[in-house]
């Protein structure tokens, strides 16, 4: 404070003199706030935390499908049959968000626990129970609810048609967002459509690494894609016919992405590298003339080609989806954790397709970067700035959620790194945030307690909260983090560390 009343009082007597100088806020730590209406929250996924697998009328998805019959993929072959069981326990989950005085609890919903086949014939109002008793739990903690409606995992019987690369899946998701919008609609103002496109299409269905372990390399990722663009677009569309009118909510997507690097400041490989990444599903939506990015378009045509197609691996919108798809989100939901180093390969060798040889990019990560106890997850916080600067020049600046940025490691209760990881990474979006480099409305912690991380198992924690796994109980204990994720939402500052 006396710092700031100092420069004030310098500023006043020097400026007659010197009116070039400028006192920058972001140098002073006192004045180093977080807006008063920006967000602050933390986010969980059904899957990941739910349990009850099977119970109440429940349906399996494909995760269930997984993990049961390919128990090997799984490193520690465990499964979220019970998980940390917030099907029971979820008023503990809501409360932990709670007691770190946030704003808001980014939740999702399991499709087939609503509709257990994945269709709009068949109901399962226990299912609706469950999500209304969440929704007003978090309501009555002064909490607004943010739902995702599709967290990795589709209902299985929707794969037996093809699962996302069937067309006929766009008319299932909207039905299932008709009904949560017209149940769960009247209290839930942010709605987030899918989570991480660009993963679960190129890791479920390009390759074999997560559910459903398609493996169709360089074509199932891209028909995922065309699909999920879509159903977004059409999810979107209907709550602007025929809710927003009523509700006033919003209704966004998250994208995942890292911030990519050329230390030959190679700007058109690191622009090739954002595209395949993040512009894969942004500029469709995002970008003023909508569709894919160009060099995607090019790239995998000319990749088809090669490998003796008349036609290309990723498939083209007509004029009507690209308008369809153009502007149909209120806000892009962010989920960054890490950054790498990009080179361009040689030209790619052989005729197999897959995304890897489309994007034909060699990704580096430097030996100064702080490592995690994810093998993909290094701490890079200056990305996180770079990106969001990007994202405003390349989309015009549009509305911004953080809605994941976290650290693993191995549970420890003195979480010291994890605070270091969260306390640079807010670091960079405060500066900004104050230099208005862009329309950033809040920033969500993942994960409000560990849970199951996919096929990582229970091996790797993200939780400010530890869960304790082998009481039937599942009791919630906070970590270190809890307390300065704590400190920074309540205060909106960001207090200092060894
Ligand atoms: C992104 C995913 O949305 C979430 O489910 C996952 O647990 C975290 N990243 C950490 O890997």
Redesign the pocket.
């Known amino acids: 404070m006396l710092k700031s009343i100092l420069i004030c009082i310098l500023g006043a007597t020097i400026a007659t003199k010197a009116p070039e100088v400028v006192v920058d806020s972001r140098q002073n730590a006192s004045d180093r706030f977080f807006p008063g209406d920006f967000l602050f929250g933390a986010?969980t996924?059904a899957y990941?935390i739910e349990g009850a697998w099977n119970l109440d009328g429940k349906g399996p998805n494909i995760w269930d499908e997984f993990t049961h019959s390919h128990p090997e993929k799984i490193v520690d072959h465990e499964n979220a049959d019970v998980t940390t069981n917030s099907y029971e326990f979820y008023l503990d989950d809501v409360e932990a968000v709670k007691n770190l005085s946030m704003n808001f609890y980014r939740i999702s919903i399991a499709w087939s626990r609503i509709l257990p086949t994945g269709d709009i014939a068949n109901i399962n109002e226990k299912g609706i129970e469950y999500y209304n008793k969440l929704i007003d739990a978090i309501i009555n903690h002064k909490l607004e609810p943010m739902v995702t409606m599709y967290?990795?995992d589709l209902p299985q019987d929707l794969q037996k048609l093809g699962g996302l690369t069937n067309s006929i899946v766009i008319s299932y998701f909207e039905a299932y967002a008709n009904l949560l919008y017209d149940r769960f609609g009247d209290r839930v103002k942010y709605w987030i459509t899918f989570?991480?496109p660009g993963?679960f299409c190129t890791a479920g269905y390009g390759a074999d690494q997560h559910a459903p372990a398609v493996n169709a390399h360089g074509v199932g990722e891209y028909l995922c894609g065309h699909n999920v663009l879509k159903a977004h677009a059409v999810a979107y569309r209907l709550y602007r016919s025929s809710y927003y009118e009523q509700y006033k909510g919003q209704v966004g997507i998250?994208l995942?992405s890292r911030f990519f690097y050329s230390d030959s400041n190679d700007t058109h490989t690191v622009d090739r590298a954002m595209q395949f990444s993040l512009g894969w599903f942004a500029n469709p939506i995002f970008s003023p003339a909508g569709n894919y990015p160009a060099i995607m378009i090019t790239s995998i045509a000319s990749n088809s080609i090669r490998e003796g197609r008349s036609w290309s691996r990723l498939p083209s919108f007509t004029d009507k989806w690209i308008e369809t798809i153009r502007g149909s989100a209120d806000f892009l939901g962010l989920?960054y954790?890490t950054s790498r180093y990009v080179e361009v390969n040689p030209e790619p060798k052989g005729t197999n397709p897959s995304y890897e040889r489309d994007i034909n990019l060699k990704f580096v990560i430097k030996p100064e970067w702080k490592p995690s106890a994810?093998n993909?997850?290094y701490s890079v916080p200056k990305g996180i700035g770079d990106i969001l600067r990007w994202i405003k020049e390349e989309y015009n600046n549009p509305e911004v959620f953080i809605t994941?940025n976290?650290w693993?490691d191995h549970g420890e209760l003195d979480d010291d790194d994890r605070i270091a990881y969260l306390h640079d990474h807010l670091e960079q979006i405060l500066d900004v945030v104050l230099s208005d480099e862009s329309n950033l409305k809040g920033y969500t912690v993942?994960?409000i307690i560990d849970?199951f991380?996919?096929t990582?198992g229970y091996t790797?924690k993200?939780g400010l909260y530890s869960v304790n796994m082998s009481s039937p109980r599942r009791e919630r204990t906070a970590k270190k983090s809890a307390n300065f994720m704590a400190t920074v939402a309540s205060t909106h500052r960001i207090p200092e560390i060894n």
């Open positions: 986010s996924a990941q967290h990795y989570n991480e993963d998250t995942s989920n954790y994810s993909w997850l994941e976290g693993s993942w994960s849970n991380e996919w990582q790797e993200f």
